[in-house]
């Protein structure tokens, strides 16, 4: 055998693989080709094996029922989430879906409106609501896949490498999101990167990543269903529990155990789960007497009493506001077609409006005040430019990622946006954002910026 002529060897094969004519360089090419990785057929002891897996309650009609109890759940919460990213740029124009990416993927087509008053407390609370409400039921989904987590070999071909590509961007993104969705309604924020776009691109991932495993799973479903009934196995109590059957490569046992809890029985302790966080969270939107359920929201139970005993995110030493700042010396800045410096009984002096409006936070509470002040639109005639397309509001707060707050036209001329000076009768106190603070229909709450110290009005 000449040194060019291909190995007869047994491991590569490479001489009967080889047909006639192929040159030197390919045979080169191919020998130097990294080994594929080989993984031993048996798997290693523990989870990798399904033999592991005992319980007998897992299988595809399991997963598809949590899936489906989830999917719903998801697309409101999706909803929601996205339109709050619209109610933050309300300017149409400003709200693109990727505001700092290469491509301006513009699909909003509307600036975000001012009516109904309530609009951001139902669109966030849906949000934080639906989000909760999940949780137990995504738990239990994975719980029901786990078996399909640790499948061996853990990589047999490309197109099994970016399944399992797509799996971990679909684990991953949807904890990562309902990870920081929960702490952040604990305004909790463990990490260093900011919260919102964090978020907020994280749940692109997740949605692209969810979008295709649900068309993947279609066929599972619809089989589970056909061979199952959609809810006929919550009929049966732990005596007519019986394994769903193993088919390899399903999440089904391969040797079950006896069952010591009924499929129904673990359905009805996740939707229980499911209901009571759902309630805790739902107390502090709805507020009233309901508030005192919202358990597990710091801001939720917060009932102090008087007319300023209503929630506070931030107070004013958080964010190291001083009472010098707001005493005498305070004063309104506008800016538009001309710069106007205001006192407070400046703006005492000038039409006041009383309304009663809710301020709807981020992370899900909202509650509604009676709050008086000067109309925004006449704050913009008085600075010289009436009808303004927007506004820049800026706090006396230094740093911080809502110190400031751009408001749009619409949200600029209704009548009921007012920089408000009192609230429930009396004035602001300095944790509510005394001397003046922003309240406008519908907008979210961290745009009702307190501690105002300028307006600058772009003229119409
Ligand atoms: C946060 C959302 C979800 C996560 C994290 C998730 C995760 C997973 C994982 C890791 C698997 C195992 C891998 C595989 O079989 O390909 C799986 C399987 C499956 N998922 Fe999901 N999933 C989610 C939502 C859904 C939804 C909404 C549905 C249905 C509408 C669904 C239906 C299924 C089905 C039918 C299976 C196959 C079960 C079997 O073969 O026994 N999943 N899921």
């Known amino acids: 055998m000449t040194p060019d002529e291909p190995k007869e060897d047994g491991k590569l094969g490479l001489k009967s693989r080889m047909k006639p004519g192929l040159d030197r360089a390919k045979a080169v090419a191919m020998k130097m080709k990294p080994p594929k990785p080989k993984f031993p057929d048996e798997p290693p002891p523990g989870p990798t094996r399904p033999s592991f897996w005992r319980s007998p309650l897992r299988g595809p009609w399991l997963t598809s029922f949590l899936g489906s109890a989830l999917l719903p759940l998801i697309i409101i919460c999706a909803v929601t989430g996205f339109l709050s990213h619209a109610a933050y740029n309300p300017s149409l124009g400003d709200n693109s879906f990727f505001p700092d990416g290469p491509v301006d993927f513009n699909f909003y087509f509307f600036s975000w409106p001012t ?50 590509i797509s799996l971990a961007l679909l684990v991953g993104g949807s904890l990562f999101v309902f990870f920081t969705g929960v702490l952040n309604t604990q305004v909790y924020y463990p990490w260093p990167f900011s919260f919102v776009p964090a978020h907020y691109y994280a749940a692109f991932i997740f949605i692209a990543a969810l979008t295709l495993h649900v068309s993947l799973k279609i066929p599972t479903i619809r089989k589970a269903i056909r061979e199952k009934g959609i809810v006929k196995p919550l009929g049966d109590d732990l005596k007519h529990t019986i394994p769903e059957p193993y088919v390899e490569g399903s999440t089904a046992a391969l040797e079950p155990d006896k069952p010591t809890i009924s499929r129904r029985a673990m359905l009805a302790t996740v939707g229980a789960a499911s209901v009571g966080v759902g309630v805790m969270m739902a107390g502090q939107v709805v507020g009233g007497p309901f508030r005192r359920l919202a358990l597990l929201a710091p801001h939720g139970t917060q009932l102090n009493h008087g007319p300023n005993g209503f929630q506070i995110n931030k107070t004013a030493e958080a964010v190291g506001i001083t009472a010098d700042e707001t005493g005498a010396g305070w004063r309104l800045r506008l800016a538009g077609g001309e710069m106007v410096k205001l006192t407070r009984d400046d703006l005492l002096a000038m039409p006041q409006h009383t309304y ?26 008085r600075a010289g430019a009436p009808g303004a397309s927007e506004v820049l509001v800026e706090s ?5 990622s809502f110190s400031s707050a751009t408001l749009s036209s619409g949200q600029i001329s209704n009548d009921k946006s007012l920089l408000a000076l009192k609230v429930n009768g009396v004035d602001l106190s300095l944790d509510h954002g005394y001397p003046a603070r922003v309240i406008v229909p519908a907008a979210p709450g961290v745009h009702c910026t307190k501690w105002v110290n300028s307006m600058k009005f772009q003229a119409a």
């Open 115 to 164: 009516a109904p008053p309530f609009l951001y407390a139902v669109t966030q609370g849906l949000h934080v609501i639906s989000g909760v409400i999940a949780i137990p039921i995504l738990f239990a989904k994975l719980w029901s896949v786990m078996p399909k987590l640790f499948e061996w070999p853990p990589l047999k071909s490309a197109s099994h490498f970016f399944e399992r």
């Open 356 to 381: 009663d409006l809710p301020i709807a936070c981020v992370e899900g509470w909202s509650t509604t005040q009676s709050w008086s002040g000067v109309r925004l639109s006449d704050l913009a005639e």
């Open 396 to 400: 006396l707060q230094t740093g911080g």
